[in-house]
């Protein structure tokens, strides 16, 4: 697999429930965090779901013309192609959200991981941690996920979030 190809399980057109508005929501296949009743064990494995390039995924986010969303699985396993999908949809105006297992701390340690969210409006980071699960939180599922927005986050030196209301 190279930069420009994704490992992927779905994708999701005009989904509400991964980010604000109407999004366009693409399912990376692979995740080795193995959170305790994570939503999606399914998206574990890296060999699910199928190939895809760079340039088919943005055929899809073209026509869709929505703010787009990673998740998984953990797009964050394939930094590399995350980094240069993310930054074609900012190409077109669009903003993107990364889910991730990784803590924001973890992502700011390793410069592949930097490279890739580098681009992205929100990282929602951290397992899930179905101690602290809450139906009632926005765009995630336990109490220590944090919506981050990045380039604010990355200019301060410190985690700056997004805002927690409906
Ligand atoms: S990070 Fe997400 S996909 Fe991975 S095991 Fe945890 S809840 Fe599941």
Known sequence: MNDNQARIIDIIRGTTVDGPGFRTS???????????????????????GRN??????????????????LSGGDPLYQPEVAGNLIAEVRKTGHKVWVYT????EEILADPRLLSAIRNAEVVVDSP????????????????????????ESLRRGEIVTYPDKR
């Open 26 to 48: 693409i399912y990376f296949a692979g995740c080795a965090h193995h959170c305790p009743q994570c939503h999606n064990p399914q998206s574990w494995d890296f060999e699910a």
């Open 52 to 69: 895809v390039g760079i340039d088919e995924l943005m055929e899809v986010i073209k026509e869709e013309d929505f703010d787009v969303t």
């Open 128 to 151: 899930f941690d179905c101690t602290l699960r809450d139906p009632d939180l926005l765009f995630r599922g336990s109490a220590n996920q944090r919506l981050i927005l990045v380039e």
């Open 101 to 104: 297992g990784f803590t924001w």
